[in-house]
């Protein structure tokens, strides 16, 4: 109860923009988590999300010791994310073979470029809050970023349904079909260093990866339409942010490892279910 | 020989790295020809598939299909490729699968109501109309060969390729496969990659024996002789008046006709 009473307190701004930021991100991260799980780019995403630290060290290094305040962090973690997805993203369209070494180079040097910037940049810095997200991080310009991103992200993919049901599902054959499927790859990975870096907030560098693939996965449990999975993967999207931030403010718990851990158990618990179905059937 | 050429391939060599993989390969396909390419594991099958489809560029030689080039080809050439490569639990249904086969490219929205017409009527050529709303993820090996036959010919070509149409699948559904195949060759090229020499006594004009070199033979003239010759080692390949057996190192596979 002690958390609805103190969310409608005029100076508990920044937990109805959490929030606020959490319903807008769901289904942006719905709907680029079930992509990302259905074209198996788990891993892909999850490098570009460490990287992301790379750019968060680099934008507070400039601003506290070259003066560069219109760097912000978000800034630099989008660019940290994006470089780190179109690196890994178009190494891996030319040679496949190497993907999975050039996703673990990716991953630990992002972090690792990131972490001795902070430790170069004078004054205190909250990098757990960057590591494991902190809701007090967030500002009603971030309300606005994800509206923004929400809309372009849903209506590229109403526009471009099909092609990326028949690319995700088969890329060759796409491909002989005249689909653009590298440039709508490319846009995909555009897509999802924008949601993560959406989610950094939220859940936080280490974990804006568990928030983008757990509610995905899950849904797979339950539908076999690519649509209905982003459906129910926006759902428990939604379910697992506001359960998550309800628990981190009540507990005093960072919100990302709050709202991934309940992520997980209900994850294992459709697994569970999955299993038990096919077993009945 | 009847018919405008629809593949040729003139001289044509691939390398992998510094390994060459074909050589010297000429091959003309006419229109209205069926052909069965063969060959041992390694010897250039699915690297003259991928030729063809314009996926890979030869080192020298040239290509053309339908007097163009593979890529600009493209719309006309139906390509199955072999079902268990994909991801057995992706999310979609039958009808999902065999529309996109109607993409193009400048396609953007939806499928239109002739779409759906063309990819219920591929259904319905493959017998496999009850499955349209089906998951493709819970289909048997031999409605998953159908389904994707249907994509194929969704985008009504002229020119199909099937790359291992009857492996990992069992003798019955091989069986409905070989029978649904026979219908598209009276109004389609089709070409086929396989281990399963019954190919060769199901229809098939030509054998196109890929072993890093091409030979071309006429399909009533493949003789045990010349599997052996191909697979460089003793193939069985026992023809009787009702069946075709053929146990090729290890690959086994029957079928009968």
Redesign the interface.
């Known amino acids: 109860m002690e958390f609805f009473t103190d969310l409608f307190r005029p100076e508990m701004g920044f937990l109805r923009c959490a929030l606020l930021v959490g319903f807008l991100a769901a289904p942006v991260a719905g709907v680029i988590g079930t992509l990302v799980v259905t074209r198996r780019i788990a891993s892909l995403a999850g490098a570009s999300s460490h990287a992301a630290l790379g750019g968060v060290g680099l934008a507070l290094f400039l601003q506290r010791v070259v003066h560069l305040e219109w760097f912000s962090p978000l800034l630099g973690a989008f660019l940290g994310a994006l470089l780190a997805a179109m690196a890994v993203g178009i190494i891996t369209i030319r040679v496949r073979e190497r993907a999975d070494t050039i996703i673990g180079v990716v991953w630990a040097l992002g972090m690792s470029i990131g972490l001795l910037f902070l430790n170069y940049t004078p004054g205190y810095v909250d990098w757990q809050g960057y590591l494991f997200g902190n809701i007090l991080l967030l500002s009603p310009a971030d309300l606005g970023w994800t509206a923004v991103l929400g809309i372009v992200v849903l209506i590229a993919v109403l526009l471009f349904y099909p092609q990326l049901l028949a690319l995700s599902f088969d890329n060759t054959f796409a491909e002989l079909r005249g689909v653009r499927t590298r440039v709508i790859y490319l846009a995909l990975l555009v897509f999802t260093a924008l949601t993560i870096v959406l989610l950094i907030h939220v859940a936080g560098i280490m974990l804006a990866i568990a928030l983008l693939t757990l509610p995905a996965a899950a849904a797979g449990c339950y539908t076999r339409h690519l649509w209905s999975m982003m459906v129910i993967s926006t759902l428990l999207n939604w379910l697992f942010i506001t359960v998550g931030i309800i628990a981190s403010y009540v507990l005093r718990l960072p919100s990302g490892p709050a709202i991934v851990v309940f992520a997980g158990i209900v994850y294992v618990l459709s697994l569970g279910f999955c299993r038990i179905r096919k077993i009945k059937a | 020989m009847s018919g405008d050429p629809i593949i040729e391939l003139k001289q044509v060599d691939f390398h992998y790295a510094q390994e060459p993989t074909l050589e010297g390969v000429d091959l003309t396909v006419y229109r209205g020809q069926s052909g069965c390419i063969v060959g041992p594991n390694g010897g250039g099958k699915s690297t003259l598939l991928k030729i063809l489809?314009?996926?890979l560029e030869p080192t020298r030689g040239e290509v053309r299909i339908f007097g163009t080039s593979p890529e600009d080809a493209?719309?006309r050439?139906g390509?199955m490729?072999q079902y268990h490569l994909?991801?057995p639990?992706?999310?979609?249904?039958v009808l999902?699968?065999v529309?996109?086969?109607r993409?193009?490219?400048?396609?953007?929205?939806?499928?239109s109501r002739k779409d759906r017409a063309i990819a219920m009527d591929a259904l319905e050529e493959l017998g496999i109309t009850s499955l349209a709303g089906r998951?493709?993820?819970?289909l048997s090996g031999g409605q998953r060969q159908r389904v994707l036959i249907a994509?194929a010919i969704a985008?009504e070509p002229e020119l199909l390729l099937l790359d291992e149409p009857t492996a990992n699948i069992d003798p019955g559904a091989g069986e409905r496969f070989y029978a649904a195949l026979e219908e598209l060759r009276h109004r389609m090229t089709v070409l086929t990659v396989s281990h399963d020499l019954g190919f060769v006594s199901r229809g098939s004009d030509l054998v196109i024996c890929v072993n890093r070199q091409v030979t071309i033979h006429q399909a009533e003239h493949f003789t045990q002789q010349t599997a052996n010759a191909v697979y460089h080692h003793e193939v069985e390949l026992i023809k009787h008046d009702h069946s075709c057996f053929c146990h090729c190192g290890g690959d086994h596979a029957a079928g009968r006709r």
């Open positions: 489809l314009g996926l493209r719309s050439v390509y490729p994909l991801d639990a992706f999310p979609a249904t999902e699968v529309l996109s086969g993409m193009h490219s400048f396609f953007i929205g939806r499928y998951s493709f993820s819970r994509r985008g």
